[in-house]
């Protein structure tokens, strides 16, 4: 699905977690995001996205190989709810988090895929933000 393995363990994980299977709305403009919704409410609780490192506004998102040309400073990212007006202070303990990308930057969070953070993390940001999306 991506060339991060940590982006293929968090699809995994969300799939038998919240039994949620991704969902390609843009399948032409954009073929590597995709949502995951939940079954009952159709929510989102998660964006899984593959963008410029640029889009997130931040040196800190670059790509850890400048080598890497080919993806053209790409980073895969994953977009969380979070607790409203946190998401700015929470961003800046981590330079893997970030206000959301092409989201409501008071509400959702953005986690690049890097491996920068530990799996359990991004699973319970996972968690969080399907709570925070349920009923």
């Known amino acids: 699905m991506s060339k991060s393995q940590q982006t293929n363990r968090v699809v995994k994980h969300i799939k038998t977690e919240y039994e949620a299977e991704p969902e390609f709305l843009w399948p032409e403009k954009y073929p590597s995001y995709c949502v995951f919704r939940h079954g009952d409410n159709r929510k989102w609780f998660a964006l899984v996205a593959t963008i410029s490192s640029r ?4 040196e800190k998102a670059k790509p850890k190989d400048d080598e890497d040309k080919e993806h053209n400073d790409t980073v895969e990212i994953i977009n969380l709810k979070f607790d409203r007006n946190q998401t700015y202070d929470f961003a800046e303990t981590s330079d893997h988090i970030f206000p959301a990308y092409h989201m409501n930057k008071n509400n959702w969070i953005t986690v690049v895929l890097d491996g920068g953070l530990s799996d359990e993390m991004v699973f ?3 968690s969080k ?3 925070l999306t349920d009923k």
Request: aromatic share 10%; no cysteine.
């Open 124 to 126: 319970e940001l996972i």
């Open 55 to 58: 889009s997130l506004g931040a």
């Open 129 to 131: 933000s399907y709570l």
